[in-house]
């Protein structure tokens, strides 16, 4: 029996859009660090966030380019 519960498989060098716009405009970020918590940059200013794996996956709307 596989786990009901999968998480996607982020991966450094990702980019997606988010539900909500940063104060700057942008919607598009890159992710910097994947793990239990998720690092990205916004590609509009360079701003860096860190969030947790759930906040960062409900906030998420579509993924923009895989990780080569």
């Not at 982020?10 to 909500?20: D, L, N, P």
């Not at 239990?36 to 966030?49: A, F, K, L, N, Q």
Request: charge should be positive; charged fraction near 30%.
């Amino acid at each position: 029996m596989g786990n009901p519960f999968e998480l996607y498989p982020f991966q450094a060098g990702e980019r997606v859009k988010t539900r909500k716009a940063h104060p700057c405009g942008g919607t598009a970020w890159e992710v910097v660090r994947a793990g239990e918590d998720i690092r990205i940059r916004c590609e509009t200013c360079g701003h860096y966030v860190s969030l947790g794996r759930r906040d960062f996956e409900k906030s998420v709307k579509e993924i923009l380019k895989k990780a080569p």
